[in-house]
Nanobody, 123 residues
Framework: QVQLVESGGGLVQPGGSLRLSCAASGRAFASYTMGWFRQAPGKAREFVARITWSSGSTYYVDSVKGRFTISRDNAKNTVYLQTNSLKPEDTAVYSC????????????????WGQGTQVTVSS
């Protein structure tokens, strides 16, 4: 059974940083794309970033470029989202997802989802 478990969310002041983690288990993910999405209250789920497990190719939504970094640790089967220079508009529930469809910019490209972790940016 595939499991994706996120952690690392919390309350942070504007300009602060958080590192989100997504621990994956239950199958071999070598051919998968891993994505991070977020959903703020009253808004649709939004693509944030994705990484291909095999090559490490990354892609970001424009609003987080230069501030967020997605990475993976093959040995730990874990994907990370380093979030820096956080802004109040980054407040959302962040979820990781796994799928095999490229390029992986839409939520329907993904088959498996974690439960999400709350990120709140406020002074």
């Amino acid at each position: 059974q595939v499991q994706l478990v996120e952690s690392g969310g919390g309350l942070v002041q504007p300009g602060g940083s958080l590192r989100l983690s997504c621990a994956a288990s239950g199958r071999a993910f070598a051919s998968y794309t891993m994505g991070w999405f977020r959903q703020a209250p009253g808004k649709a789920r939004e693509f944030v970033a994705r990484i291909t497990w095999s090559s490490g190719s990354t892609y970001y939504v424009d609003s987080v470029k230069g501030r967020f970094t997605i990475s993976r640790d093959n040995a730990k089967n874990t994907v990370y989202l380093q979030t820096n220079s956080l802004k109040p508009e980054d407040t959302a529930v962040y979820s990781c997802a796994a799928g095999t469809i490229r390029p992986g910019f839409q939520d329907y490209d993904y088959d498996y989802w974690g439960q999400g972790t709350q990120v709140t940016v406020s002074s």
